[in-house]
């Protein structure tokens, strides 16, 4: 058990397993559980009593797997160099390889049930609890092949998947961008490092940082062009055969979204390019620059806010900012930080960054390595909005739909974040502090809306390209990426951000990055509303908490009041956004 440190807490995962022994002995009966549930195989048409069995042995298999594996994770991430953690761990996912097989024929099978069979299990009160599932199942049924059409698909998937590893492995184990000096010593530039040496106020390390980093990725630009051209006829290929009208769409159905969530977030954007411009030109005239360039945008405008925060501090910060959410919200969050929900000691050997990770059997925990500064309190915040999420969602739904989608990961996380900044603009009276803030949420807003929204449209221009059958060299991915460059940021400089698009691995994500810039408009939107409606704009936002994926995203985003079928809340956040930008003029 890793002990407390000073003041701050650890974990309490023993809540989950006492000891290693007691893992042992459920991860012991993992194989049985699968065995179980694959002696369903060819009876699903039986009867809807044998498929509402089927599910429920499914579902023991699951929640005991993810109860498993959340254990295992955590365990290893407390330290990495821990031998037994690292092994139980690649024990779990070496179970998940290999009992796959017991569970890849339920999909297909339940696909190919005849309408008429379907028809009566929809209706069935057997399996009223499941009936969304079932429903899902028979919207995408158009779009799953036969079960040999599966098997060979699966059994191609490593093949098919090895551009995404060459990129990974080039990436972040062949590739070295060398040294350089700063304030004297000499320093290795890699991707960790990197955005550090954006960050430094010394702009000839900045500017060096960059095109260490851009020449390194042009020297192997027409390798990257190819592990991404590979990847995007993956995805196009795919769309074809599961009979989808585009590879955004196919992207977009598991949610539900249609495709004109994605192309008008493009378009308010676009409309919304103004007050970005203004914000580079703050940057220009605050940073004393004759001429700014991409690797001007990173840097603070002012110095860093050095104040130190204690646990207590931060706790108390984040307790105020959550208020408006009301008692239920804050009885629970104390609670979690009374129960040691958080692992929050900085020590050798734990993984780095921060996440909120659980199962439905599982408290939500948190990691992350608290240093006493202002951005541990927001980390804090934001992974706190992650766990209330699951917190919510476990406790008012049943394990099907306890998992809220993706889509939705980070509005909550990101509204604890907004809360928390309005929460210390109210409570402030140091002026440098909330000129601070504001530059803070004005990056945040850039790199979260703008930025993801630029890496959507790149996106969605090279998938469009290879469904016409043009194929993605690195002279049009260069060309086409420093083109959306210079129209979201109206800067001319280096001609190096060009090759940027060879390190960003979000490409190969597959319509991904969408979601980080619908979030955060959506967290702006609901965070906004709360603190200035009251009641109502709550109580519609604990109702998003607690809805799991009860419905589809869009709709559980409706009730919640934010209409992402509409440009409203992407423009609403575009115009908070240019209110910062006025406000830091005013200020600087």
Known sequence: MIQKTNELPVWDIEAIYPSGAAWEKDFAKLRGLAEKFAAYRGKLQDSDKVLADAIRADEVFDRLAEKLYV?????????????????????????????????????????ALP??????????????DHRRSLKEVVRARSHVLSEAEEKIIGLYSDVTHAPDRTFSLLNDADMTFGTLTVDGKKETLTHAS??????????????????????????????????????????VVSARLRKYPSSLAAALFDDNVPEQVYTRLIDSVHAHLVPMYRYVELRKKVLKLDKIDIYDLYNPLLPDCRKSYSWDD???????????????????????????WIDAPPRKG??????????????????????????????LAHEGGHSMHSYFSNHHQPYQYADYSIFAAEIASTTNEILLFEHLMANSRDRDLKAYLLCHLADEIRCTIYRQT???????????????????????????????NALYYRIHGDKLISHEWARIPHFYYNFYVY?????????IRLATGILKNGEPAREAYLGFLKAGSCKDVLEIMQDAGVDLNTPEPVDAALDYFAGIVRKLENML
């Open 71 to 111: 254990f295992a994770h955590l365990r290893a991430d407390e330290d990495t160099g821990n031998a037994e953690a690292s092994s139980r761990l690649d024990r779990i996912k070496g179970a998940f390889a290999e009992l796959a097989p017991f569970s890849a024929w339920f999909m297909p099978e339940l696909s």
């Open 115 to 128: 309408d008429k069979v379907m028809k009566k299990y929809l209706d069935s009160p057997v399996l009223a």
């Open 194 to 235: 990197y955005h550090t040496f954006l960050e430094h106020p010394d702009r000839k390390v900045r500017r060096t940082a960059f095109r260490k980093m851009h020449v390194s990725y042009g020297k192997l630009r027409h390798t990257f062009a190819s592990t991404l051209d590979a990847v995007v006829k993956r995805h």
């Open 314 to 340: 931060a706790v108390k910060l984040v307790n105020g900012a959550v208020k408006p959410l009301g008692e239920e919200y804050g009885r629970i969050w104390k609670n979690a930080v009374r129960e040691r």
């Open 350 to 379: 734990k993984r780095s960054g921060a996440y909120s990770s659980g199962c439905f059997d599982t408290r939500p925990y948190i990691l992350m390595s608290f240093d006493h500064t202002l951005n541990d309190v927001f980390t």
């Open 454 to 484: 630029m890496f959507a449209e790149f996106e969605l221009l090279i998938h469009r390209l290879a469904e016409e059958g043009t194929p993605l060299t690195a002279d049009l991915l260069d060309n086409e990426y420093g083109k959306l």
């Open 515 to 523: 979601k980080y810039a619908t979030g955060m408009s959506a967290a």
